[in-house]
């Protein structure tokens, strides 16, 4: 049965907007995620420190109890930051200053050498690695022929159609590629723009292990709590 990683990066995003406030907090967040059955807690500490802050990483990394997800760039910053705070699993992602939100997955064919470079340099810490990649095939391939633990499918290209049409050409992708992922024994997890109505799509889907939900989940907690909605989506999850 799939589990739910909580990402808490958009409540560091409201408590940035105001940059001189402390609340409201991350780490209490994800506190109150894992209580309400989060098998994981996620954040993407992004080079520019847009939402989530070395304080947010390093108190994480002593209150998670349950599994800390670190998304993070290629970069010889971040890995410098991996090997020190020795998250549960990082996961490489594509990063851009000018986007609101990762865009899409890291292009192996493109980046494949210095990717694989990055993944031998972690998990020889043993600190095992996902690669945040697009539902293709061939990305599948090669991030199991660079070793990698897990790939993480992103969701979003089905997530937000526009069409019934394109909505199932997407997921059909997502389909071939997480069946293939799970053949080549690829941890198999998925996310990215999932929200309470989407989710549902991804029934009988059984390859997957772990969906990672932050933006759906955070502005939903807004108006009902971060409890229950972190509440609600596992128990979604749980009747996939």
């Known amino acids: ?28 967040a994800a506190v109150l995620a894992e209580l309400a059955g989060a098998d994981g807690i996620v954040v993407h500490l992004r080079e520019d420190r847009r939402h989530i802050q070395d304080r947010d990483l390093r108190i994480l990394r002593d209150t998670v109890q349950t599994k800390l997800i670190l998304e993070m760039a290629s970069t010889s910053e971040m890995i410098g930051t991996a090997l020190s705070v020795k998250p549960d699993v990082v996961t ?21 050498t210095s990717i694989a470079e990055t993944v031998a340099t972690l998990q020889n810490a043993n600190i095992p690695v996902s690669i945040f990649i697009d539902p293709d095939p061939e990305q599948v391939k090669l991030a199991h022929k660079i070793r990698a633990s897990m790939v993480e499918i992103h969701t979003g290209g089905f997530c937000d159609a526009e069409t019934a049409k394109k909505r199932e050409n997407a997921f ?3 389909e071939d590629a997480v069946k293939l992922a ?9 996310g990215h723009g999932l929200c309470y109505q989407t989710i549902k799509a991804f ?34 999850i749980k009747e996939l």
């Open 1 to 28: 049965m799939a589990v739910l990683a909580v990402n808490v990066d958009h409540v560091a995003t409201l408590r940035q907007a105001r940059g001189n406030v402390s609340y409201p907090d991350p780490v209490a």
């Open 92 to 112: 490489l992602v594509p990063e851009k200053r000018s986007e609101l939100t990762t865009e899409g997955g890291l292009n192996l064919i493109i980046h494949g």
């Open 172 to 174: 059909s992708k997502i």
């Open 182 to 190: 799970y053949k080549l024994k690829l941890g198999v997890n998925a």
């Open 203 to 236: 029934k009988g889907l059984r390859e997957i292990r772990e969906f990672s939900i932050g933006h759906s989940i955070v502005s939903r907690a807004v108006l009902v709590g971060m409890e229950r909605a972190v509440r609600e989506m596992v128990e979604l």
